[in-house]
Every structure is written in structure tokens, then in C-alpha cells.
Nanobody, 124 residues
Framework: QVQLVESGGGLVQAGGSLRLSCTAS????????MRWFRQPPAGQREQVAA???????NYADSVKGRFTISRDNAKNTVFLQMNSLRPEDTAVYYC??????????????????WGQGTQVTISS
């Protein structure tokens, strides 16, 4: 049983900043890749950033240079620092993580988990 919980969303004016966080809890052996996705009101869900267990990152072109993904492995937490926000950044933001869980017999299996989402609204 693994849960991912996002926090830090809210309403901010264009040009402002927000910092999202997502913490995983449960029977976790380790966490591999962690990611942030977003889904605008009338759009499709898209990946905006990802980070590996070793700290390598990648970003969607639309957020490159404005958003920074980071993680704290000791706390099973991933962050998304969002600067220079634009109205088109308005969306529900979701984190996900590839989690290695412990199963009976001392084995591990990897599952992809999703958080519940947090609303980010940017006013013009």
C-alpha cells in the first residue's frame, strides 16, 4: 500500500511562483523515477518534468527554464519549483512515481503510483 500526496497548489498571478511537493508513504523499498504531470481544464494530461533516483532531470519544452524538479530521497518526496508562471500553466498537477514495494517472500515489485492532484490557477 503506497500513497502519493501532493501539496502546494493555489492561485497566483502571472509572473509569480509556486512550489509543489509530493510525498510517498507506505511499504516502500525504493523509488526509481518520479514525475510531474499536468492536465489543463480542456486538455490532455502531459508530462512536465521527471527525475531519476540519481537526480537526472528532463523537462517539457513548455516549462524548460522556468520549472525545476528535485527530490529528497530520505523523505520520499519530489518537488516542483514553478517560476515565471503563465495563465497557460493553469492545470491540475499530478505526481507519479515508480515504486519498488516489498511483497511476501522478501521480493520486490515495481508499480507506478499517482497522487490525487493539486490545482494550480494562474490569473492574468
Amino acid at each position: 500500500q503506497v500513497q502519493l500526496v501532493e501539496s502546494g497548489g493555489g492561485l497566483v498571478q502571472a509572473g509569480g511562483s509556486l512550489r509543489l511537493s509530493c510525498t510517498a508513504s507506505g511499504s516502500i523499498f525504493s523509488i526509481n523515477d518520479m514525475r510531474w504531470f499536468r492536465q489543463p481544464p480542456a486538455g490532455q494530461r502531459e508530462q512536465v518534468a521527471a527525475i531519476t533516483s540519481g537526480g537526472s532531470t528532463n523537462y517539457a519544452d513548455s516549462v524548460k527554464g522556468r520549472f525545476t524538479i528535485s527530490r529528497d530521497n530520505a523523505k520520499n518526496t519530489v518537488f516542483l519549483q514553478m517560476n515565471s508562471l503563465r495563465p497557460e500553466d493553469t492545470a491540475v498537477y499530478y505526481c507519479n512515481a515508480d515504486v519498488l514495494i516489498e511483497v511476501p517472500g522478501g521480493r520486490q515489485r515495481e508499480y507506478r503510483y499517482w497522487g490525487q492532484g493539486t490545482q494550480v490557477t494562474i490569473s492574468s
